[in-house]
T-cell receptor, first 114, second 112 residues
Framework: SAVISQKPSRDICQRGTSLTIQCQVDSQVTMMFWYRQQPGQSLTLIATANQGSEATYESGFVIDKFPISRPNLTFSTLTVSNMSPEDSSIYLC???????????FGEGSRLTVL | DAKTTQPNSMESNEEEPVHLPCNHSTISGTDYIHWYRQLPSQGPEYVIHGLTSNVNNRMASLAIAEDRKSSTLILHRATLRDAAVYYCILRDTGGGADGLTFGKGTHLIIQP
């Protein structure tokens, strides 16, 4: 398993501002994944963060809106830039472990944009 | 990841077995069948996975059809704590570097 800590657990932000979410893992991992879960919806993969290289973004997500840092093998940040109410979601960090790639998730960061 | 089909919701009584179905008719030979669940206000958690044979762990059992086009997650004795959204996901054996694609899942309701 993996212990994944996310900060903040929740926040209320004003339109037009940016928020950075931190993800700390208890051991080194190659890949870290960022997901978004909009209210009442399933999870959508935003991007994959590999240490030492640019993050790979899924269709519909761009680096200018969701810049990601991956400075080492245990830590990553996701920034939600120039926020609007549509960005109100839970953002989750995840890592892959095991031969068949089981995913482990943080508790999520619940973001409300007013 | 290949597509899976699950019922939107199911209801069961506490202390009874629950069978959660999943159809994956386009599964390839290298796809593992993974199950995750998401309890209210929490991130998803891994439940079980299998390739061809039925699998058991402390949380659940996974029954895989002989043709692998469907599977069933079995909770042997449901508790109120098992109320969650259950996701059935196919993952290629070489997909360790890829994030999972989540569908809508099955919302399991447990009645006391």
């Amino acid at each position: 398993s993996a212990v994944i800590s996310q900060k903040p657990s929740r926040d209320i932000c004003q339109r037009g501002t940016s928020l950075t979410i931190q993800c700390q893992v208890d051991s080194q991992v190659t890949m870290m994944f960022w997901y978004r879960q909009q209210p009442g919806q399933s999870l959508t993969l935003i991007a994959t963060a590999n240490q030492g290289s640019e993050a790979t973004y899924e269709s519909g997500f761009v680096i200018d809106k969701f810049p990601i840092s991956r400075p080492n093998l245990t830590f990553s940040t996701l920034t939600v830039s120039n926020m609007s109410p549509e960005d109100s979601s839970i953002y989750l960090c995840s890592v892959s472990r095991g031969r068949t790639g089981e995913l482990f998730f943080g508790e999520g960061s619940r973001l409300t944009v007013l | 990841d290949a597509k899976t089909t699950q019922p939107n919701s199911m209801e069961s009584n506490e202390e009874e077995p629950v069978h959660l179905p999943c159809n994956h008719s386009t599964i390839s030979g290298t796809d593992y069948i993974h199950w995750y669940r998401q309890l209210p206000s929490q991130g998803p958690e891994y439940v079980i996975h299998g390739l061809t044979s039925n699998v058991n762990n402390r949380m659940a059992s996974l029954a895989i059809a002989e043709d692998r086009k469907s599977s069933t997650l079995i909770l042997h004795r449901a508790t109120l704590r098992d109320a969650a959204v259950y996701y059935c996901i196919l993952r290629d054996t070489g997909g360790g570097a890829d994030g999972l694609t989540f569908g809508k899942g099955t919302h399991l309701i447990i009645q006391p």
